[in-house]
């Protein structure tokens, strides 16, 4: 019994931590994105800050990316538009993992996860 108890807990914990994985590919054109992004020049602008780790485990939190080799890897392929208008989304790089995180909460749908 305890050891169903164990795994059952074990279980939840690694469903959870994958739920908030930010696993990213850039792609090479728009067409094969599922978001168009926009790098802002300042932190203000931006509907999401973005930290990006060296660890696929340390993506557990909005705004902490990891960028993957393959697009197969991927939770979100990202096109990089020229033009702010272009974009779905507005980011901002930091400098920590700690300021990471929604400036616009109105934009989280953006990177819900799919099933």
């Known amino acids: 019994m305890k050891k169903n108890i164990l795994f059952l ?5 690694f469903i959870t931590g994958q739920v908030f994985a930010q696993k990213m590919y850039k792609v090479k054109y728009e067409s094969q994105a599922d978001l168009k992004v926009y790098v802002v020049s300042y932190e203000s602008q931006a509907d999401l800050t973005v ?10 939190k909005d705004g902490l990316w990891y960028n993957v ?3 197969s890897q991927a939770d979100f392929k990202l ?4 033009y702010e208008s272009q974009a779905d ?3 901002y790089f930091v400098d920590y993992e700690s300021q990471a995180g929604w400036k616009n909460k109105q934009k989280e749908h953006l990177l819900k996860f799919k099933n």
Do not use: R
């Not at 807990?9 to 914990?13: M, R």
């Not at 096109?79 to 020229?82: E, T």
């Open 9 to 13: 807990l074990f279980a939840a914990l």
């Open 51 to 60: 930290y990006m780790v060296k660890y696929e485990s340390q993506a557990n």
């Open 69 to 71: 080799e393959y697009e």
């Open 79 to 82: 096109y990089f538009v020229d």
């Open 89 to 91: 989304l507005k980011i």
